[in-house]
């Protein structure tokens, strides 16, 4: 995904203000002493303001205050994005060096806030200031205190660039947002994470219409962000997909995401598949083990005596797990042609074995049909089926 989560930082001098509580002092104070062994990890970080903090406002402040003090805006790498990396290498990267941009930021302060207890999430979107759309996306922070939602910024909140230098110049007024306030400079790609009743469109943002308008349907965010963390991860990504569409694909940027996204469900819906494949992989297996129990008892002539309806449970269960992995195959989505070899030959062998099953399910019928003294006559050697596949 190209230019995802960059942002260049101008410097405004309008919002340079804040909605900083007085209190909040003594919390950046405490955060300013922290020892350097402390603030070496998320975790060590949390576990210092869990410790001297004990409300949500305190703990989200000190998550915020450090991670927009101590983390400097990397302009040199602004445009070096690494798609490939993972979250914790972000975290990881960013707390050695002490530098990113706005991903980075992100990634480091909902990490904090998630392990002191917070719900947080990481938005994706991006930015205007003075009616200019910036041709860049962006990452910030939405975090729930109290019952409520607010937007935090720790990029924006950190400090900006000047004739390509970054300058710290903690910005308070990204800290703790009101989300009707932070849609006038950030909307997010899906309005899902607006946290508003009546979300804007691209095409209003765009044109500065960003007033609540009572006339568009009401939209729920509350019940609907819970609905979308109960979905299955392919599901979130087909939700939000469609939210992207109908709120308007106005720029490069929207498209460039819904494009990833698509990719992402694509990856996501491949991964399930490979593990549904070693789950009937699995079940195969044990399909085989059970079926050559069977043969092992019918070698040694039915003994020790078993009832019939055991004996017939014997044949039955190997049968119904081949024939349950015969359904499942044939339920799976597209497994890409790197394992459409390995999907053929599991095929195959679940037919080949389920054969033999239904050939030993006659000979049971048979014989538990018969006499006990006819019984006796029906026996000859059968050979082990199959190896079970690793």
Excluded at 109 to 120: C, T, V
Excluded at 184 to 206: C, G, K, M, R, V
Excluded at 238 to 265: A, D, F, P, T
Excluded at 285 to 298: E, T, V
Aim: net charge positive; charged share 20%; with cysteine.
């Amino acid at each position: 995904m190209k230019n995802i989560y960059l942002l260049l930082l101008f410097f405004i001098s309008t919002l340079s203000f804040g909605q900083l509580n007085t209190n909040y002092a003594i919390v950046d104070a405490k955060m300013i002493a922290i020892p350097s062994n402390a603030s070496a990890s998320t975790e060590t970080i949390a576990n210092y303001i869990n410790t001297y903090f004990k409300t949500e406002n305190d703990k989200i402040r000190a998550a915020f205050f450090w991670t927009a003090s101590n983390i400097s805006y990397d302009v040199k790498n602004m445009f070096a994005q690494n798609s490939d990396e993972t979250s914790q290498e972000k975290i990881t990267t960013t707390l050695k060096l002490r530098k990113g941009v706005c991903i980075h930021y992100a990634e480091v302060f909902n990490d904090i806030a998630n392990k002191i207890g917070i719900q947080s999430h990481i938005i994706v979107g991006y930015t205007q200031q003075n009616r200019i759309i910036s041709t860049l996306s962006h990452a910030w922070c939405a975090a729930k205190i109290d019952s409520k939602w607010y937007v935090f910024d720790p990029t924006w909140g950190a400090g900006f660039v000047k004739n390509g230098i970054f300058v710290k110049k903690l910005n308070n007024y990204y800290f703790k947002t009101e989300p009707e306030k932070s849609i006038a400079s950030h909307i997010p790609f899906d309005y899902l994470w607006q946290f508003l009743n009546y979300p804007i469109t691209n095409q209003e943002f765009y044109d500065g219409k960003i007033q609540i308008n009572k006339s568009k349907p009401f939209f729920n965010f509350e019940k609907e962000i819970e609905k979308t963390l109960s979905l299955s991860e392919s599901d979130k990504i087909w939700e939000s997909r469609k939210r992207i569409e109908k709120n308007g694909v106005k720029n490069q940027l929207i498209q460039e995401y819904l494009n990833s996204r698509k990719k992402e469900q694509e990856v996501v819906n491949h991964n399930l598949n490979v593990e549904k494949i070693n789950t009937i992989t699995d079940e195969y297996n044990q399909a085989i083990a059970l079926f050559n129990d069977f043969i092992y008892y019918k070698n040694n002539k039915f003994k020790p005596i078993l009832a019939d309806y055991e004996i017939n449970k014997m044949i039955q269960n190997p049968k119904d797990n081949l024939v349950n992995c015969q359904n499942n195959l044939d339920n799976l989505a597209a497994v890409g042609s790197g394992n459409s070899a390995n999907l053929a030959s599991l095929r195959k062998s679940i037919y080949d074995a389920l054969t033999q099953v239904e050939k030993q399910e006659l000979f049971v019928k048979d014989y538990l049909s018969k006499s006990k003294i006819a019984r006796k006559s029906m026996f000859s050697k059968v050979t082990w089926f199959g190896i079970p596949l690793n």
